[in-house]
Each structure stands twice: as structure tokens, then as C-alpha cells.
């Protein structure tokens, strides 16, 4: 099991920065794939971004160049800085994380709000 923690949400104007962060515990955390996600009021979830537990990185085309992930092994501790935030940004995020060898995700956390205005 995984237990997944966001914080780092909040409410920031546009063109501002935020930085979420994803605290794992249950398991070794270098050994997982961790992802960010993001669902927005009467949307579905969608991707936003992934590192492999190798380092890799993928982001989804929306946030591509605004945002990185990254992470932090020795604090089981995943990151999404965002910059130059839109109000189409505005969702709830969620941090996830799987084993390597499923392409699913198993465990997610809560969620926290990001809200962007204009």
C-alpha cells in the first residue's frame, strides 16, 4: 500500500506560480512511477504529468513548458512546480503514483485545489 499526501494548492492570480507537493509513504518510493493529474468542475480527470522511477518525463500538451516534476527520494517527495498559470488551470490536482510494470495507477491521494484568476 501507498498512502499519497498533496498540499501546496491555493489561490493565485494569473501568470503566478505554484508548487505542489506529493508526500508517499507505505513503500519505497524510488521504486515507483509518479504522476500528477487534474480534474476541473464538470470535466473529466485528466493527465498533466509523469516520472518514471528512472526520471523520465512526460507532460500533457496543456502544460507542456509551464510546468516540470520532479522529485525527491531521500524525502519520498514528489513535486509539480507550475509558472505562468491560466485560469484554465483551475482544478483539483491529484498526485498518483503505480508500479513500473502496470500502466495503471493503484494509489492516489486526496487532491488539493488550485485556483487560477483571471
Known amino acids: 500500500q501507498v498512502q499519497l499526501v498533496e498540499s501546496g494548492g491555493g489561490l493565485v492570480q494569473a501568470g503566478g506560480s505554484l508548487r505542489l507537493s506529493c508526500a508517499a509513504s507505505g513503500r519505497t518510493f524510488s521504486s515507483l512511477a509518479m504522476g500528477w493529474f487534474r480534474q476541473a468542475p464538470g470535466k473529466e480527470r485528466e493527465f498533466v504529468a509523469t516520472?518514471?522511477?528512472?526520471?523520465?518525463?512526460v507532460y500533457s500538451d496543456s502544460v507542456k513548458g509551464r510546468c516540470t516534476i520532479s522529485k525527491n527520494n531521500a524525502k519520498n517527495t514528489v513535486y509539480l512546480q507550475m509558472n505562468t498559470l491560466k485560469p484554465e488551470d483551475t482544478a483539483i490536482y491529484y498526485c498518483?503514483?503505480?508500479?513500473?510494470?502496470?500502466?495503471?495507477?493503484?494509489?492516489w491521494g486526496q487532491g488539493t485545489q488550485v485556483t487560477v484568476s483571471s
Open positions: 516520472m518514471s522511477q528512472s526520471g523520465g518525463t
Open positions: 498518483a503514483a503505480r508500479s513500473p510494470s502496470r500502466s495503471a495507477y493503484d494509489y
